[in-house]
């Protein structure tokens, strides 16, 4: 009998699932992938396969004629079916062209499958859940006719006899009416592949006189009289049936074995080459609640599993290993998977207990080795545990499994946290699965020690044995600080298997002092008072603090007494101050710091240049170490001194060299975790990523010194809205001076500009450029001098442009385009030097050049007066939309609208695309018009003639070329909703 008292998270019972795949594909979506056995079975044999890019997209929906191939696939295999044709079309709206016509030709001569009642198959339509189990009970040879899958109620039919066979297992959420996923489809072509076929005895008919009777014996089992019976059911001798996979996959076979954690699992054979060995099902599983059980209790417990002592007796038991069998008296831990596989005669046979401890990638290496490569690996992943104390290395992939990091997703990166799960429980040891454990950060409200952690009202449950936490749960379980925040890492059950100190940690009142300098009275000669230049971790800022220089319990007393008065005296450490009395800071019993030596000076540096996005970085001199950084990590950057000092903070990142030094601020408990990071003399700055652009010409107020604006970033060219603390009404070029902890931005004026740009020129801007001759921009290229500034042939070919002109600025202009690209650019150009304007005018911008071409473009202003109303000649060519979009008979036309004419040999592109919110639009068609005499543009009717296949949301874009190809002109229609209909 099976007991099941609780079941585990699908997540881990996945990870249970795969912990073996030798032979299967590797797809580089495989994180996504619920049904791994399914599709690693099935794309092996090549009858769902992959996309080009490595993917497999599981969720993707099948279509009706995909699921035709498959159904060749099964019955033909790969290489048959690929070889099959049309002579004519199945279906009316399947001409012989069509990618899948051979398939559903040849799926609807063997009755598989059928079409609508108005002659069509809609191949690009959805399949439901109840039209592919019918298909594909029509290859294992059920009839239709016979069966009632025909009628009304013919889902009622077919889910009753799928489900009866098993072809939805798997599947504990299957709804017949809705859309089958590609996995799903692969899931039941699986369970398809096991299923026994079947016949009917001859169908007779029988007319005696008027009368017309049809005879139907009843259906039965296909026999297997050939050598592979026993390939697929897992019979050792076989069970005298026709499995379909023994039918038309004879080299597939499966076989009983088990898997490295323990577990009985079927092991999948195809042509001679392993898929992969994947773990059955458990007939009763259970996570451990109780930190003071054994396994064997676990196993006959009433309050458990409960088998009897009898049912129990000969149970084999086993730990994070099928090499690791362990007595029944064996302790189990909170947080453990317990999973019992039973015999014949219901007795357990096996007992697997899964265990999953914490580790964090330290460091992922793509530079290996050729030795390396040709055994399969393309990354080195080191493995440490959060301390970095122990580590190990190990493959995403290798021809010896125990050296691969099983799990591996593409998600992995350093700083990644694991739940992994090593042979014997041994951190190090070969890794028989992992996945990414569950962070959750917060403040801990309540804690039982070595039992519960309670962050932000919500308890988790530590990892435990009745001997407690210690191998469990790596970090702290007790003495909690109610004023910090921590991280906790969970298995996917919810059980704490690690604990660190959070980022972020309050430091305003500590600050980094520069150095000492006094003033003298000017009132009493020789009364000094001495003052501090101190920056304040809270927010960057500088200040001059005075001292008290009599003060014994001054820290700064002996540096005062040494300190020149007429010179400004290094100090460089870090101290907090109450009022005129500096004392020094050294972390006290929270944080430690690392890079002040015990003379009290700096003695580390950058190992390397500090990016803005990298999330560790490794330090050399006094303290060699690697630390880890993320959003919540706070930096500070202090250049000079003195009048010259130079400070920049930042949170979430920062930009530094390696020639000053560094003190980094690490939580005490998670030494590796950089709580801040103050670089000295590095260059510090928060980069090209905080070269802003100011656009729009709106600044909301949202509160006391907070106004929003639209910004562009110089680093990646996104827009986004950015709260900063000053009002802005002009566009221009700014740099980021400091963000606070609440987001909110401090600018300064960026003004880095040069009279001449060329291929060596980075981080130039140039505002107000007055373009004023076509001639300036040549093959996607700024030449010549331009409004006092030289231009060698910068290129413009990748440069993001923007139309910063207001909707107002833009109707009174002579060309009230959105500028948007360098065609429409050109075109601007073009129409302030027309021969036929009053005034001629200027095309102004402002530019971003970095590594030497120009990636930014903002237009400011679009000059030239035109003539008075009526005197200035028509003409211009512009398209202004697009009217008489319709649809009859399923074919799509569309008139053109706007002024001028169209010039003659001048391509019009109309291209049909139907809007999906969840797949991306998808062009349907597209048909180039070409007249040899110029035509005006509303007299361009009729184009088109696209057809559609299907109802849904459509739209057009109209395209313009010259002779040359470039782009003259172009517009994107409203979206408008055609219904398909069939026709006679």
């Not at 005129?580 to 006290?588: E, K, R, S």
């Amino acid at each position: 009998m099976k007991k099941f008292l609780s079941l585990v998270l699908a997540l881990v019972m996945t990870m249970s699932l795969v912990t073996v795949s030798a032979g299967a594909k590797d797809f580089t979506d495989d994180s996504e992938i619920t049904y791994k056995e399914a599709v690693d079975v099935i794309s092996a044999l090549g009858v769902v396969d992959g996309y080009s890019d490595g993917d497999f997209r599981p969720d993707d929906v099948l279509t009706r004629g995909a699921a035709a191939k498959i159904i060749c696939n099964l019955i033909l295999g790969p290489t048959t079916a690929s070889a099959l044709s049309a002579g004519t079309a199945p279906f009316k709206d399947v001409p012989v062209t069509n990618t899948f016509a051979g398939y559903i030709t040849y799926c609807s001569q063997q009755g598989i499958i059928s079409g609508y009642a108005d002659g069509t198959f809609r191949p690009t339509g959805t399949l439901s859940g109840n039209a592919f189990m019918k298909m594909l009970l029509g290859a294992l040879g059920y009839d239709s006719s016979i069966e009632g899958y025909t009628g009304a109620n013919w889902q009622v039919s077919v889910i009753k006899q799928a489900s009866g066979i098993g072809l939805d297992d798997g599947n504990d959420e299957f709804v017949g009416s809705q859309a089958v996923t590609r996995q799903e489809a692969a899931l039941y072509a699986f369970n398809m592949l096991q299923a026994t076929m079947v016949e009917y005895d001859k169908k007779d008919t029988i007319v005696v006189g008027d009368i017309t009777i049809n005879t139907t014996s009843t259906r039965k089992d296909v026999e297997n009289n050939t050598n592979t019976d026993g390939n697929i059911d897992g019979e050792r001798n076989g069970d005298g049936l026709m499995q379909f996979g023994e039918k038309y996959f004879k080299d597939l076979e499966k076989e009983d074995a088990t898997d490295i954690f323990g577990h009985p699992s079927s092991k999948w054979v195809y042509d001679g080459d392993d898929v992969g060995t994947y773990a059955n099902e458990a007939d009763a599983t259970y996570v451990v609640e109780d930190d003071d059980m054994d396994v064997g209790q676990v196993v006959t417990s009433s309050s458990y599993m409960n088998y009897s002592s009898s049912e129990a007796k000969d149970a084999k038991y086993f730990l994070n290993g099928d090499d690791n069998e362990v007595k029944s008296s064996e302790l189990v831990a909170v947080g453990d998977i317990v999973e019992a596989y039973e015999n014949d005669n219901g007795d357990v046979e096996t007992v697997v207990v899964s265990r999953y401890t914490v580790a964090k990638i330290d460091k992922v290496d793509t530079d290996v080795s050729t030795a390396e490569s040709r055994n399969g690996a393309s990354e080195v992943l080191t493995l440490t545990d959060l301390d970095g104390d122990n580590s190990n290395d190990y493959y995403d992939k290798y021809d010896d499994a125990e050296k691969t990091l099983r799990g591996y997703a593409s998600s992995y990166d350093e700083g990644s946290v694991l739940a992994v799960a090593f042979r014997d429980g041994k951190f190090g040891d070969e890794v028989l699965a992992s996945y990414e454990a569950e962070a959750v950060t917060g403040e801990v409200t309540a804690f039982r020690e070595d039992e519960t952690v309670t962050m932000d009202g919500t308890k988790y449950e530590f990892a435990r044995s009745k001997d407690g936490t210690d191998g469990f749960v790596d970090g702290i379980t007790k003495n909690f600080d109610f004023d910090k925040e921590y991280t906790i890492y969970l298995t996917a059950d919810g059980y704490v298997i690690g604990v660190e100190g959070a980022a972020g940690a309050d430091l305003n009142d500590v600050y980094y002092v520069t150095g000492v300098y006094c003033e003298e009275s000017r009132y009493n000669a020789n009364k000094f008072t001495w003052y501090a230049q101190a920056v304040s971790l809270a927010d960057g800022s500088a200040s001059d603090i005075e001292l008290d220089e009599t003060d014994a319990d001054n820290a700064l007393k002996s540096i005062i007494d040494d300190a020149s008065k007429d010179a400004f005296t290094d100090v460089k450490g870090l101290y907090t101050f109450d009022d005129d009395i500096a004392t020094a800071w050294d972390g006290d019993r929270d944080y430690t710091v690392y890079g002040i030596d015990e003379d009290d000076g700096l003695d580390t540096s950058l190992k390397n240049a500090l990016a803005m996005d990298d999330t560790k970085f490794s330090t050399t001199g006094g303290s060699s170490k690697t630390f880890y950084v993320d959003e919540n990590t706070q930096y500070l950057g202090v250049d000079d001194y003195a009048d010259d000092i130079d400070t920049v903070y930042a949170m979430g990142g920062m930009k530094a060299g390696t020639s000053g030094n560094v003190i980094v601020i690490a939580d005490q408990d998670e030494d590796r975790d950089a709580l801040y990071v103050i670089l000295v003399d590095s260059s510090a700055s928060v980069g090209s990523a905080d070269i802003l652009y100011a656009a729009g010409s709106s600044t909301d107020k949202v509160g006391t010194d907070k106004y929003v604006r639209e910004f562009w970033s110089m680093e990646d060219n996104t827009s986004e809205d950015i709260t900063i603390d000053e009002k802005l009404s002009a566009h221009g070029f700014y740099e980021v001076d400091s963000i606070d902890e609440d987001g909110v931005y401090t600018l300064k004026d960026y003004d880095k500009t040069a009279s001449s740009i060329d291929e060596d020129s980075d981080g130039i801007v140039v505002e107000d450029l007055a373009l004023d001759n076509t001639d300036q921009i040549y093959r996607n290229a700024l030449s010549g001098s331009i409004d006092n500034v030289k231009f060698d042939d910068v290129s413009i070919a990748n440069a993001t442009i923007i139309d910063g002109r207001s909707n107002s600025d833009r109707n009174d202009s002579v060309y009230d385009r959105e500028i948007n690209s360098i065609s429409r650019l050109e075109a601007a150009l073009d129409a302030v030097r027309d021969e036929d304007l009053e005034t001629k005018g200027t095309v102004e911008i402002d530019l971003y050049v970095k590594d030497g071409e120009i990636t930014f473009i903002c237009v400011t202003d679009v000059g030239g007066v035109a003539k008075d109303d009526g005197e200035q000649e028509s003409g211009e060519l512009d398209l202004t939309g697009v009217e008489n979009f319709v649809c009859n008979s399923n074919i799509v036309t569309v008139d053109l609208v706007g002024t001028g004419k169209i010039p003659a040999n001048y391509p019009v592109t109309v291209t049909l695309m139907k809007a999906n919110s969840t797949e991306g639009d998808a062009e349907v068609g597209s048909k180039e018009h070409v007249n040899e005499t110029a035509y005006e543009v509303n007299d361009w009717n009729n184009l088109g003639q696209i057809a559609i296949q299907e109802s849904g949301n459509y739209y057009v874009i109209i395209t313009i070329e010259n002779e040359d190809g470039r782009v003259v002109d172009e517009f994107t229609s409203n979206t408008v909703r055609f219904v398909y209909t069939a026709q006679p």
